[in-house]
């Protein structure tokens, strides 16, 4: 998989509606492309915007009966503060993608390729017939099993614990017998809200257990 932020749709449509492991459409549906999901790459930080936007544009462009649901899957996370107290999150499980189910046509591809903070569609990159330089992107849509997999993770994990310090990171002890002190994390533990620490204690670096309330880490 390769990505291109800056390359223009070539006519030889770049996607392909005969993947066997798709669902059949009804005779009804038979005369337009099946939904499928492809995964967008979007600006850092920029994946709300982008599901605003095309949510917005789908409308005013008339093509809301094929681009028809759009993702930014998370999974819960709990946030330990630096006073202990925890804080519920959602954490996006592929930062700098939104997930797009839709049916792949010209008008479809124009109205996502040109969504503000949108850069590139995910998909195999397409050799220039002629000259040099980069070919266009061609979107490839994500498989049913992994489209399944992806949102089955989504709904079903546990939270995971979140604190801001790691192994490595020098604190200074706020509160307790050792105020003042600092040191080095050696092991976090956010299920517990405490973290183990080497603090030099008469000349000799020596490990101690703190509660995540009880330290600031230094910058």
């Known amino acids: 998989m390769t990505f291109s932020s800056n390359q223009s749709y070539e006519s030889d449509a770049p996607w392909d509606d005969n993947d066997s492991d798709e669902l059949q459409t009804t005779p009804q549906e038979s005369q337009q492309p099946r939904p499928r999901w492809y995964a967008v790459q979007v600006a850092s930080g920029c994946e709300k915007r982008v599901k605003a936007n095309i949510d917005q544009r789908k409308e005013t462009l008339d093509v809301a009966d094929r681009i028809l649901q759009i993702a930014i899957p998370q999974t819960p ?5 630096k006073d202990g107290a925890r804080q519920s999150i959602e954490e996006k499980v592929f930062p700098g993608y939104v997930l797009i189910q839709m049916r792949m046509d010209d008008e479809v591809w124009q109205v996502v390729k040109n ?3 949108v850069i590139n569609f995910v998909g195999a990159e397409q050799k220039r017939r002629y000259g040099r330089g980069r070919g266009h992107v061609k979107p490839m849509p994500l498989s049913p099993s992994e489209v399944e997999r992806i949102f089955k993770q989504t709904g079903e994990q546990e ?3 979140k604190i801001d310090m790691d192994a490595g990171d020098k604190i200074v002890v706020l509160s307790g017998p050792f105020k003042d002190f600092e040191g080095e994390v050696i092991e976090v533990s956010p299920e517990r809200s405490k973290l183990k620490a080497l603090l030099s204690i008469f000349g000799r670096d020596t490990p101690v257990e703190l509660e995540f309330n009880q330290v600031e880490k230094q910058s």
């Open 77 to 81: 996370a709990v946030k330990v503060r």
């Open 115 to 117: 969504t503000p903070n």
């Open 159 to 161: 939270p995971v614990v």
